[in-house]
């Protein structure tokens, strides 16, 4: 009860925040219950993280995170939640005769079996509080050598933790006592590359993106239950073969004047759709290649800012609130230059911090699209980017953290490094940074 209580009076204590950009002050910190924090877009209110750090100074303690995966941490009433794939390994001989039988095998790996698995960590100790084993799939597609099975960040409703594996399925959890409430594994694509979509909440709905070579669809589950609350096919002209019509895609929520919008990319097309009903209100086609897609669109300034591709990937700056095919009315502007395929984008304010995987950074007038500057800091970069107090944190897969100025001039503040890559994106609670190594969970204190 008494957590409850606490539960209710922080969250009638959060201030509202605007819709136009990322540029108000939050005076009180919200829970990091998802992917991207409260907002979904990087942004840290109401905090005072630390700004220099490495293995011997600044961190308050670490701890092994068996298994392997890129999921995320969220935090929320003092307990730290991500999950992890522990797998059986297959023999040289055994994994070649396996890949042998798919017509494209470069890149991917597979295993004998794996264990997909939520785990919950103190906030304050770093002590283990649950491990749970949520599915032990019967048969398993090979992933990528640069994914995981356990890609997909959790995310936090109430006193629920709502865990999603993909194809191989969803559950809800209850916070306190790691009793598995529900499990759903109706929902099934061939992602090829393995599960990388991450799960949104909105008004007891949580929502998902399957956009494989087989099906594409959005759906959304009942919180409280995981019972299918609608599911919508995508229904933008796709290139014909199955490998181009795949997606990695989280979605975003916009505010608009007429309500609520599912801001939700997809292969050669972006959605946007009511969260309530799953109807298609627009979309709008990139005009280019267009597959594979992972960086999660920011909002601001009545746009919802997209990267459109693994391959070739380009920056859409698409004005929403439109209905219909809006494709020649409705993008603002675009580049092409230097866009990532992974990391998603940084708005602040009127400028827009692109940092791609190849560690070069970019300033845009987030209006306009006018290029302000671009550097290179260097690194490989599969994490999005956190926004604090006029600084940017870059986390790179070599184990760095670049930290820059938010500014029109570019300038480094500090470069720390753990020794141990990233791939997960942050999690901020209470001052503190979180950070999901290759196989440590850390916390950083000022």
């Known amino acids: 009860m008494i957590r409850k209580f606490l539960l209710l009076v922080r969250s009638a204590l959060v201030l509202a925040f605007a819709t136009s950009g990322p540029a108000c002050n ?11 924090g409260p907002r979904g877009d990087g942004t840290v209110a109401g905090e005072s993280l630390p700004v220099r750090w490495s293995e ?49 095998p470069q890149g991917l790996e597979i295993v004998d079996a794996v264990s997909l698995r939520a785990l919950a960590f103190d906030q304050e100790t770093g002590e283990k509080k ?6 032990r799939p019967e048969s398993l597609e090979p992933i990528h050598k640069t994914n995981t099975y356990a890609s997909p960040t959790p995310v936090i409703e109430g006193e629920r933790v709502l865990v999603h594996f993909g194809s191989y399925g969803s559950a809800g959890i209850d916070t306190q006592t790691g009793e598995v409430l529900w499990r759903n594994q109706d929902l099934r694509v061939d992602h090829q590359n393995g599960p990388g979509s991450s799960p949104i909440v909105w008004n007891g709905l949580m929502i998902t993106h399957f956009d494989g070579t087989d099906k594409q669809f959005v759906a959304a589950l009942r919180v409280e239950d995981g019972s299918l609350a609608w599911r919508t096919e995508r229904s933008g002209e796709m290139n014909p073969k199955g490998e181009m019509q795949k997606a990695y895609c989280t979605p975003s929520i916009a505010e608009t004047a007429s309500g609520p919008e599912l801001i939700s990319p997809a292969a050669d097309w972006v959605y946007g759709y009511d969260p309530a009903t799953g109807e298609e209100l627009w979309k709008a086609a990139y005009g280019d290649l267009g597959f594979s897609t992972v960086p999660k669109p920011v909002i601001g300034h009545g746009m919802a800012y997209v990267c459109t591709s693994f391959m070739r990937s380009r920056l859409l700056a698409v004005r929403y609130g439109g209905r219909g095919e809006v494709t020649s009315s409705h993008i603002v502007w675009s580049s092409d230059s230097q866009i990532p395929k992974k990391p998603s984008l940084m708005l602040v304010g009127e400028h827009l911090f692109v940092g791609n995987d190849a560690g070069i950074l970019t300033c845009f ?24 107090d006029g600084l940017i944190y ?21 470069v720390n490094d753990l020794g141990d890559g990233f791939t997960a994106s942050p999690a901020v609670a209470d001052g503190a940074l979180f950070l999901r190594s290759q196989s440590r969970l850390y916390r950083l204190d000022r």
């Not at 910190?29 to 998802?34: D, G, I, L, S, Y």
């Not at 649950?130 to 599915?135: K, Q, R, S």
């Not at 209006?367 to 926004?387: C, D, M, V, Y």
């Not at 870059?394 to 500090?414: M, N």
Request: hydrophobic letters at 45%; proline letters at 4%; zero cysteines.
């Open 394 to 414: 870059f986390f790179s897969e070599e184990g760095k953290t670049t930290v820059i100025r938010a500014a029109p001039e570019f300038q480094v503040v500090a």
């Open 130 to 135: 649950h491990d749970i084993e949520l599915f």
């Open 365 to 388: 007038d987030a209006l306009t699209g006018k290029e302000i500057w671009r550097e290179r800091i260097g690194g490989n970069f599969s994490a999005s980017p956190l926004f604090q």
């Open 56 to 104: 011997q100074e600044g961190v308050t303690w670490s701890v092994a995170v068996p298994g392997q995966g890129h999921s995320s941490p969220v935090i929320a009433d003092g307990l730290i939640w991500l999950t992890t794939a522990i797998a059986e390994e297959l023999s040289e001989e055994a994994k070649q005769a396996r890949l042998a039988q798919i017509a494209n």
């Open 26 to 36: 939050l005076a009180v910190a919200e829970e990091w219950r998802q992917f991207r």
